[in-house]
């Protein structure tokens, strides 16, 4: 019986060590040697800059960042603004690290213009008294022609966690209309939105373990899943119906920490962060029926947080190189601070003379990919056989940290970056600041 009982034993953690043992090792067990920062377009001293609210120092903790592009009749973009969820409480109130203390501050939406680099905090009309905001992440629909937009966000409230619905209106960007409030038994651990129409979206749960169990159930449970990396989680599709009830319908299962979500431009696509196993999972979606049929996955250096595709359909993912860093931060421990590091992934295609574009003028895979940055992400990730990684901005918390979204205006080639636990959000611009 005994051998038995070791043999499955013994099983179990090969698979475990197979399917875990390099994130654990390089995210949890090993403090990364990351540069103070890095930026790919130049010395980040001279390109980036983080961008506060000086005026009342509310524009902290923000997890997500999103274009709210402004579209003509034949869909070229006029305008892009960009929209952040941001919750300064979040110290005292988070759902997914902990700790649940405190959920009465409200966090807050901003705007903020590309084109003039104006800032506001924007003002939610016709939110329910007494309802929390909590808001992680947010989507929205593109305006065409004027159109008011409609947004989707996920909000951790107190009793449970929610999808709030607000509409945008062009004419009145700094002012959102709260619609409705959407709840169901399958919103365990909502974490990140991408719209497929006005009315629908795909949606990641993170935890099924989640800290809203009993103490000390919540935190022990909720840690184990998040370092364990057991598929637990999901990905659904929600449809709002006109009446405000939805449907949903789970569209991957077997997700180990499903974090991020992002809809390739052309629809076709789907990439979804898994932070646990360090990689994030690509799909094939069928558009008629929003079906996902897993196609690849591609290995990075950290615990992805959140994904974003750029005009060109390269998808950028930020997120976190070491676990106990960021937990040291989340406890507000003296002194503590955590890396962030933000990439790239293109699909390398062949060109007509038969070599991969994005391995022309690099090294050879052999000498190592990512040979510009710092820290190579070819020393913690294995290489890609589809796709090219590529490191954008890499910091050991110094000039910032904690990472949860990048972006790049691909008109611009402007990087924008948020920090779970930061002041302000990076802004790094393709020409020298003199800053």
Not at 398 to 418: M, N, P, W
Request: with cysteine; hydrophobic share 40%; charged share 20%.
């Amino acid at each position: 019986m005994f051998y038995k009982f070791a043999a499955v034993l013994t099983t179990l953690l090969a698979i475990f060590v197979y399917r875990s043992g390099r994130p654990l090792f390089h995210i949890v067990l090993t403090v990364p040697d990351l540069p103070k920062g890095y930026f790919a377009g130049g010395d980040y001293r001279d390109h980036c800059v983080v961008i506060k609210d000086e005026k009342d120092n509310c524009l902290n903790h923000c997890e997500h960042i999103i274009f709210w592009d402004h579209l003509d009749e034949e869909d070229h973009v006029t305008n892009r603004l960009i929209l952040l969820s941001c919750d300064p409480g979040r110290r005292a109130w988070n759902t997914v690290l902990g700790p649940m203390n405190d959920p009465d501050p409200l966090g807050h939406l901003w705007i903020y213009s590309t084109e003039t680099g104006s800032l506001s905090p924007i003002v939610l009309a016709n939110y329910p008294e007494g309802h929390d905001f909590h808001p992680l992440g947010i989507d929205v629909y593109p305006s065409k022609a004027g159109a008011p937009s409609n947004l989707f966000l996920v909000n951790h409230a107190r009793e449970n966690s929610t999808i709030e619905q607000f509409v945008l209106d062009p004419a009145q960007p700094t002012v959102a209309t709260h619609v409705r409030t959407l709840t169901s038994s399958y919103f365990v651990a909502p974490n990140s939105v991408a719209l497929t129409s006005p009315t629908s979206f795909y949606l990641t749960n993170d935890h099924l373990m989640t800290y809203r169990l009993p103490r000390p159930f919540g935190s022990i449970l909720s840690t184990i899943e998040t370092i364990g990396g057991p598929p637990l989680t999901w990905v659904a599709h929600v449809t709002v119906l006109p009446d405000g009830s939805i449907e949903h319908k789970f569209a991957a299962l077997g997700v180990a920490l499903a974090n991020g979500v992002a809809l390739s431009r052309d629809g076709l696509q789907l990439a979804v962060a898994s932070s646990s196993l360090a990689k994030v999972h690509f799909y094939k979606r069928d558009p008629l029926t929003n079906d996902l049929t897993l196609d690849r996955d591609v290995l990075v250096p950290f615990g992805p947080d959140n994904v974003m595709y750029d005009d060109d359909d390269t998808l950028i993912v930020a997120g976190h190189p070491h676990f106990p860093s960021l937990v040291a931060v989340v406890e507000s421990k003296p002194g503590a601070k955590a890396p962030s590091w933000a990439v790239s992934i293109r699909p390398v295609v062949a060109s007509e003379d038969g070599e991969l574009e994005g391995q022309k003028n690099s090294h050879p895979k052999k000498a190592g990919y990512d040979s510009r940055a710092p820290l190579s992400a070819s020393v913690i990730a294995p290489a890609s056989s589809t796709d090219e990684v590529e490191t954008i901005f890499q910091s050991d918390g110094s000039v910032y940290g904690t990472a949860t979204t990048g972006l790049i205006d691909s008109r611009t080639g402007t990087f924008y970056l948020t920090g779970l636990y930061e002041d302000g959000v990076l802004v790094c611009y393709p020409e020298s600041r003199n800053i």
